[in-house]
């Protein structure tokens, strides 16, 4: 008798579970023309109005992307198939009245461009970013989901995703937000897979599903790259997450009609690249795989507060990316260093343009670190019609968070410290636990590791404000050279020769460059120097390359259809070379080299 009332608890539980479950089912008959045709089916509604919506923004996104743009063909039944009442109030939500307690919706979506934001459905794949492909309820977020993924067997294709399967293709998810961070490439993808034995005995099981053209060895030969990036980053923190499911999964597409990307999600990570693995992929695409990885804990784990919960409705601002996303891009290519996937040298003259780029912008007496963070929700592949002085006003919070990372690690090492054990630290004390952190806590996490001194200079010089530390000292430490070419020439605006030999000035010249200081502008075209064309078959920079500094130009330029002139006097470039101090000429004792390979890892 108990065994008979135990089943029949199980069998009610079972069936309320199944009543409280949102499905959806998603087919590509039309795939040949970028369609996918969706069903969404929403049970037990108890509000008289049931409001769906597609989302505005997508888990590791910060601006607004309107998906709803791409949805057409929308209809609402209630259970017994009767057409419901569907009014809108704004661009991407629906209201639907009249329902019987269950709502139906089928809808047709516009699906064609293959990266970590968008969607993409064609006769090769159905690469499909959640927010951007299918509508929700925010009232039944906390449901379970399920979803059927109706592949083309025609096709061959296959289904690959974080979410665990249910059975045959269809998926589920436990709420909302795990559903709308688990991307799925669905396609003839090849399947590698390994399994990575932490100390404490867990097995975590690591896949990549590549969708491309290449071959079974080329694959092969990507993989034990991959391995390579996973198990040199888990040295980092000490282990890898705790994946739900114990399983991460990379989904790659290195196909001509994807769409450069990476986009970083709890279990897995979107890879998109036109490059093949046979041409240039196999060296090109792998820092991609680096630092989205690395996101399994930073950023995914190790989680900015202001991104908790992610609105999926709004911009999703956070000041941290700096951290998230910076520190980040300063391990992205030191793995591949330390994992023998790029040489020192590589990696060491590799740090140039991003120093570069954020030592001579003019932006950082307009912002800090935390306040070019801000800035995401414009930047992060928004878009906008009317020009903005970006040159002058930004600086990638990827870059800036990267060189200041880059800081902070030669920094703490002068102290027998390193950024790996700082990093254990936060892991230990917010991202394997899963509390948010806030910006003072990284502030006082460095207090607690290095020293209150150290981590208050730190903040308060580089983080709240936009001070830069002493790199030339901090590389001379690790035998590296920083120095620059006090005979170089420079103009302070990029400016493309055309076909008639005149030079547009492309861009906004940069605060307080010759060009600045001489008044020229983006869109002004330059007619002649010094009274003579530019010479045919020469580029604007290799041509400012024949001059010397303390040159004076006489510029003749249009502007609006009328001609200008103006003299600019070039000024000494400020750009920086970094290169090993052996490979310029000096010598690099012991304990100097010693003190590389420890940062490099290089036995």
Not at 246 to 259: D, E, H, K, V, W
Not at 279 to 290: A, D, K, L, P, W
Not at 293 to 320: K, T, Y
Not at 590 to 596: A, F, P, T
Request: proline share 4%; charged share 20%.
């Amino acid at each position: 008798m108990k065994t008979s009332f135990a089943f029949i608890l199980c069998l009610l539980y079972t069936l309320t579970s199944t009543s409280q479950t949102n499905t959806y089912s998603i087919s590509f008959e039309n795939a040949v023309h970028h369609e996918a045709f969706i069903t969404a089916t929403f049970p037990e509604i108890t509000s008289e109005v049931l409001t769906l919506n597609m989302a505005r923004s997508s888990p590791g996104r910060y601006a607004v992307h309107e998906f709803a743009k791409n949805v057409y063909g929308f209809k609402a039944t209630d259970s017994k198939g009767k057409a419901l009442q569907v009014t809108r109030n704004n661009p991407y939500q629906w209201n639907i009245s009249g329902h019987d307690g269950a709502v139906t919706v089928n809808y047709i979506l516009f699906a064609n461009r293959g990266d970590g934001t968008y969607s993409q459905v064609d006769e090769t794949h159905a690469h499909l970013n959640i927010p951007a492909t299918f509508i929700y309820a925010p009232e039944l977020a906390d449901r379970d989901i399920k979803v059927d993924f109706k592949v083309r067997k025609d096709l061959n294709w296959k289904v690959a995703t974080q979410l665990p399967k249910v059975s045959g293709t269809t998926y589920s998810a436990p709420h909302l937000q795990y559903f709308m961070d688990s991307p799925t490439e669905i396609s003839d993808f090849g399947l590698r897979e390994f399994v990575v034995t932490e100390s404490n005995g867990d097995k975590k099981t690591i896949q990549l599903a590549l969708h491309h053209n290449g071959t079974e060895a080329e694959l092969d030969t990507y993989f034990e790259k991959v391995k390579k990036v996973v198990l040199e980053q888990q040295s980092v923190f000490g282990e890898l997450p705790d994946y739900d499911y114990n399983t991460y999964t990379f989904l790659a597409c290195y196909i001509p009609n994807a769409s450069g990307d990476g986009m970083e999600h709890r279990n897995s990570t979107i890879l998109t690249s036109t490059r093949s693995l046979a041409n240039g992929g196999m060296e090109g695409n792998i820092g991609t795989v680096s630092h989205e990885f690395f996101h399994g804990w930073n950023v995914e784990r190790i989680r900015p507060n202001d991104l908790e919960p992610f609105n999926f409705a709004e911009a999703n601002m956070s000041g941290a990316l700096w951290f998230a996303e910076g520190f980040t891009s300063y391990y992205t290519n030191l793995i591949l260093c330390r994992a023998k996937l790029m040489s020192e040298t590589e990696y060491v003259e590799g740090l140039t343009g991003t120093f570069n780029y954020v030592w001579n912008s003019p932006a950082r007496q307009f912002f800090s670190p935390i306040e070019m963070s801000y800035q995401a929700p414009f930047v992060d592949a928004a878009t906008s019609v009317d020009p903005v002085n970006r040159e002058n006003t930004f600086i990638s919070y990827y870059s800036y968070g990267s060189v200041l990372g880059l800081a902070l690690d030669l920094s703490l090492r002068e102290k027998g410290l390193n950024l790996d054990d700082y990093f254990k630290l936060i892991w230990k004390t917010y991202g394997k636990n899963e509390i948010p952190y806030t910006i003072e806590n990284l502030h006082a996490s460095l207090k607690t590791y290095a020293g209150n001194d150290f981590g208050d200079t730190f903040f308060n010089k580089y983080i709240y404000k936009s001070e830069m530390p002493d790199y030339t000292s901090l590389l001379n430490a690790v035998g590296v050279t920083l120095k620059q070419n006090a005979e170089a020439p420079y103009f302070g605006a990029s400016v493309a020769i055309d076909k008639d030999l005149n030079g547009e000035i492309k861009t906004n010249s940069i605060i307080g460059s010759p060009a600045y200081m001489a008044g020229l502008d983006e869109g002004d075209r330059i007619t002649s120097i010094n009274n003579t064309p530019f010479p045919n078959g020469l580029s604007f920079a290799n041509y400012i390359k024949t001059l010397k500094v303390g040159d004076t130009l006489e510029i003749d330029f249009t502007r609006f259809g009328v001609a200008n002139k103006t003299t600019v006097t070039l000024a000494s470039s400020p750009e920086y070379s970094i290169q090993l101090s052996e490979k310029n000429g000096e010598k690099v004792s012991k304990k100097i080299l010693e003190k590389r390979n420890q940062w490099l890892k290089i036995e």
